[in-house]
C-alpha cells in the first residue's frame, strides 16, 4: 500500500514538472511573439532575410563550438576508458537537439546521452558520472564567464551601482556550487536516488544506475585535478565560441560586432538561458534577454529580434536533423566493444 502511494506521489510529480515545462514554454513563446509584433515583423523580416546564405557560416562555428564541448567532456574520462572525439561530437550534438527542441527542461538531454554512451559500450557509471562533472565545471566556468560580461556591460552603461548588485546577487551562486559538488562527493547522491528511481522506473533503471558505482566515478573524477582544469579550458574556449556566432550574425546584418560586445552578448545571454532552464528552448528568455543586453550596447530592438530568429533559424536547422537521425538510429544501435579508442 505504501509502494503505492509512493509510486503516485513520483507520477504526480513527473506530471506536474511537465505542465509546469509546457507552462513556461506557452508563455515563453507568447513574450517573444509580443515583442517581435510590438517592434515591427516586417523590418525584423527584413533583417533576417538579408543574411541570406550567409546563414551557412554558422555551420562551421557551430561545429567548433560542440567539439571544443567533446573535448573538454573526453578529459574527464578516465585513462583506462577513453571515449572517441566523434562519438562525444555527436552525443554532444544530440544532447543539445533534445534540450533544445523538446519539452525536458534542459535535463532530458543529459539522460539520453548518458544512454547513448551506454549503447555504445562506455560502463554506465562512467558514463554518468562524466555527464554530471563536465555540467558542474561548466556551470562554475560559466559563473566566471557571467562575471566578465557584467564587467563588459558595466563598460556600456556606465552605472557602476547596478552591476555592484548584479554581482553580489551572482555571488550567491557560488555557495549553491559548492554544495553541489559536497553533495556529488560526500553524500552518495545517486546512492540515495537509486530506490526513487528503480521504484518510479522498475527494472528499466537497473543496468543504467548502480548508484555506488556512480558515487565513485564521481569521486574519482573530482580527484583528477589536471583533468579538471583542462576540461575548464576547453569548456570555457566553447562557450566563448558562443561569441563568434553573434560576430557572424553581426556582421551579415552589417552591424557592428567588437569583441566586447559580442562576448557580452554571449556569456550574459547564456547566463539567462541556464537560469531559465525550466523554459523549453529558452523561448522568449533569448529574445528579451538580447533586446535588453543589446540596448545597451546602442543594438536596436529590430536587430537584436533578428539575432535571435537568426540563432532560432540555426538552432532548428541544426537540431532538428540532428534529432530525426538520433531518433531513426537509437532502436537499432547495439553496445559496441570499442566505443572507444
Known amino acids: 500500500m505504501d509502494s503505492t ?28 511573439v509580443t515583442l517581435i509584433v510590438d517592434n515591427g515583423p516586417a523590418r525584423i523580416v527584413a533583417l533576417v532575410a538579408l543574411a541570406g546564405f550567409g546563414l551557412l557560416w554558422l555551420l562551421p562555428v557551430r561545429l567548433c563550438v560542440m567539439g571544443l564541448n567533446a573535448q573538454g567532456w573526453r578529459d574527464l574520462f578516465p585513462e583506462t576508458a577513453p571515449v572517441s572525439l566523434g562519438l562525444l561530437t555527436w552525443t554532444a550534438f544530440v544532447r543539445n537537439a533534445i534540450n533544445t527542441l523538446l519539452p525536458v527542461a534542459r535535463v532530458g538531454g543529459e539522460v539520453m546521452a548518458a544512454r547513448l554512451l551506454v549503447k555504445r559500450g562506455v560502463a554506465p557509471p562512467i558514463a554518468i ?6 555540467t558542474t565545471v561548466t556551470l562554475f566556468v560559466q559563473l566566471g564567464l557571467t562575471l566578465v560580461g557584467l564587467g563588459l556591460l558595466v563598460s556600456y552603461i556606465g552605472d557602476p551601482v547596478l552591476a555592484h548588485s548584479l554581482m553580489v546577487g ?3 551562486a557560488l555557495p549553491v556550487l559548492l ?4 553533495v556529488q562527493v560526500r553524500s552518495g547522491l545517486f546512492s540515495r536516488l537509486q ?10 533503471s537497473a543496468p543504467l544506475l548502480d548508484g555506488p558505482a556512480v558515487d565513485a566515478a564521481i569521486r574519482a573524477s573530482y580527484a583528477r585535478t589536471k583533468a579538471l582544469l583542462s576540461c575548464s579550458f576547453w569548456q570555457g574556449l566553447s562557450l566563448l565560441g558562443g561569441a563568434g556566432e553573434f560576430w557572424v550574425i553581426l556582421r551579415l546584418l552589417h552591424e557592428p560586432a567588437s569583441l566586447r560586445l559580442v562576448v557580452m552578448l554571449e556569456t550574459l545571454i547564456q547566463a539567462l538561458q541556464s537560469a531559465a532552464f525550466i523554459v523549453p528552448g529558452a523561448l522568449g528568455v533569448q529574445e528579451g534577454g538580447l533586446v535588453a543586453v543589446g540596448a545597451a550596447a546602442g543594438l536596436s530592438a529590430e536587430v537584436a529580434l533578428a539575432v535571435s530568429l537568426i540563432r532560432r533559424v540555426r538552432q532548428v536547422g541544426v537540431s532538428l536533423p540532428v534529432l530525426l537521425v538520433w531518433m531513426r538510429t537509437q532502436d537499432r544501435a547495439r553496445p559496441l566493444k570499442g566505443g572507444s579508442t
Open 129 to 134: 558520472a562524466s555527464l554530471v562533472v563536465e
Open 170 to 172: 551572482l555571488a550567491f
Open 179 to 182: 554544495l553541489f559538488v559536497f
Open 195 to 204: 530506490p526513487l528511481v528503480a521504484r518510479l522506473t522498475g527494472s528499466l
Open 5 to 32: 502511494r509512493g509510486i503516485g506521489r513520483l507520477i504526480s510529480r513527473r506530471t506536474l514538472v511537465r505542465l509546469l515545462t509546457a507552462a513556461t514554454g506557452v508563455l515563453g513563446l507568447a513574450a517573444a
